[in-house]
């Protein structure tokens, strides 16, 4: 206890603890050496076109981040990317859930690595930003295709939109085909609207289907049949294979239905088990003949423009949209505007009118 | 000729002709007192909820003109009649050219003002603003309709875009049912998107069809069928009847496929012969079981809330597009940068950012 006379202040402090002579300075000087390392957009080009998976990595994840200055280090590379890309067959396969899908893409990707390629796998879900990752967020379930030199497999982005996570993997797409994947194949699952939007960023959209129990047609989703230009009856194999002809006669005969397609392209069906590796050939085949049709026809460049210019119009007005919403004058008042239009005490066009002049 | 002295400038002017004293004073008096004499706002809706006929079409034209004092004038007509609105059944109808929409329309109606009902007709087609008027445009096509007192018919708005056309229609059944329709029937044709639009502004959707020959469920567009609250065969009468029942049968099976109505509703076929007049009163039975079911329920009062709503967001989206594509700016850049993105000299993602800048 001191016995010095005491007007001390309530504010006295106490003096610090000095500094602890136990932190490394070199660690230090090293940690924030690395930091400062992060690669600049120049050097991920380089890497990306000298086929290094890393810098296609990283370059991702620039594309997925929501932070302003990754995003336009993001445009920049793809911007000096894009004279590399294009370069490539755009394939997108979709089903519903348990219809095979990473099995499927496990031996079709293994087998085109097989014969040589480069094989990109992407994903567009947007439900994964709800669940944290649902398809392809499990790597282990390629196990056999992650571990191939030719092959990168990328989970589906996260995001609060379909249009945010479409637009990153669109994105991807240029980066990995600058990166030399000459075979990008984009996964999607069966629900909700995310088949449209990856039918609109694919040359070929292949549709995965069981021979399952009952009516055939029924339950599939309408609009998907008639974007396919493939649909391959999977699991063709032990007692399932008269059932899966069956299926395969069935689902000819409504794709005689719709209309001839602007690629003059004739949809096929064909039954395949990804599980015996049996069919996958055939799959691959069509692929090719129908990039030779299309290329002798010049559907394919036709096509690629006017995907291109769709995702410009559709960014667009996606972006119009959020900068609406997103307006704190609009978010302020809309919804009181959507319970007045509700209850017809105001318009819906007299309504809009007023939380346009907001802007 | 003038013997006097001529230093006559180049821009001598001759002398004008007096005014000819033959125009009647009093018939320009009158012709301006009758400019003037434009109904106010008030003047429209009093008429309107008069039930007086003239003022309703005053104020349709008020609603479809492109003069913005109008426009103004057409929105405060409509929040005044907002609240005499509403007490009606909205019906739409559709069917391909040639399944006799007319004749049906004639029929139903003159069924319907017999029962003392008010029947307002409508229509959506944008492609009358190329044409000039093809549906509903002729009005002697429903020749004893149109003198009928308890009828009102007025053909399609005209417009740029399906949903400028629709909004016209929309804001016209506001007027027409504060004018005491009580049956609102919404006639549009089986092409394009007006189906859409058409279903989103009616309680019951009504598709009519033919027992043509072929398969029938052919060549029907898909999402048409699934709108669908009835399907009623046409022309079922002399040798049209059996076909007509075999057609119904497929129709039947083909809208089992289909999963349940957020009304409950379980979607009928029935047979109907609009030249015989047989079968129209089983349609408007049918509607009004619709009616009684959805009310109970609880369907209808929200279905038009989700409606309300529907067309307040729809609007809004529509009004930032014009924006922007009218922008002077955005018009002198938008085909130099979608010419650089379907030739993947820029990406659509940066080109849409460089755009939207420009607003």
Same mark, same amino acid.
């Given at each position: 206890m001191s016995s010095k006379p005491t007007h001390r202040s309530a504010l006295h402090e106490k003096d610090g603890v000095s500094q602890?002579?136990? =932190?490394s300075k070199s660690s230090v000087a090293s940690i924030k050496k690395n930091r400062r390392k992060q690669p600049s957009v120049d050097e991920l080009v380089q890497g990306i076109l000298n086929q290094d998976k890393v810098a296609l990595s990283r370059a991702i994840t620039l594309v997925e981040s929501k932070n302003t200055t990754h995003l336009a280090k993001a445009t920049e590379i793809i911007e000096q990317c894009l004279p590399h890309a294009n370069k490539s067959i755009r394939i997108g396969i979709t089903g519903v859930p348990g219809v095979g899908k990473s099995t499927f893409i496990e031996a079709f990707g293994k087998y085109l690595t097989g014969l040589g390629k480069k094989v990109a796998v992407l994903a567009v879900d947007p439900s994964s930003s709800i669940s944290s !990752?649902? =398809? +392809? !967020?499990?790597?282990t379930r390629m196990e056999d295709l992650v571990k191939d030199e030719n092959a990168f497999i990328r989970p589906s982005a996260s995001g609060d939109s379909l249009g945010g996570v479409a637009r990153k993997t669109r994105e991807t797409i240029i980066l990995c085909e600058a990166c030399g994947f000459d075979t990008i194949v984009i996964e999607t699952v069966g629900v909700g609207q995310s088949e449209t939007a990856v039918h609109s960023m694919v040359d070929f959209f292949l549709l995965l289907k069981l021979a !399952?129990? !009952?009516?055939? +047609?029924?339950? =599939?989703?309408? %609009?998907i049949i008639e974007m396919a230009d493939a649909i391959v009856i999977n699991?063709? #194999? %032990? #007692?399932n294979v008269k059932r899966a002809q069956m299926a395969r006669t069935e689902f000819k005969r409504a794709l005689h239905l719709y209309p001839q397609k602007a690629s003059e392209w004739l949809p096929k069906v064909v039954t395949a088990s990804a599980l015996k590796q049996k069919g996958i050939d055939d799959v691959w085949q069509m692929i090719e003949a129908f990039r030779e049709s299309t290329k002798a026809n010049n559907y394919f460049e036709t096509h690629r423009k006017e995907q291109n210019r769709f995702w410009l119009l559709q960014t667009i007005e996606e972006r119009l949209k959020h900068n609406f919403y997103n307006n704190p004058d609009v978010k302020k008042q809309l919804d009181s505007y959507l319970n007045a239009t509700e209850n017809s005490t105001i318009s819906p066009f007299n309504a809009a009118q007023q939380l346009l002049k907001l802007l």
């Open positions: 602890p002579n136990f =932190i !990752g649902s =398809i +392809l !967020g499990d790597k !399952g129990a !009952g009516d055939e +047609l029924q339950g =599939i989703k309408r %609009g699991k063709a #194999d %032990g #007692d």
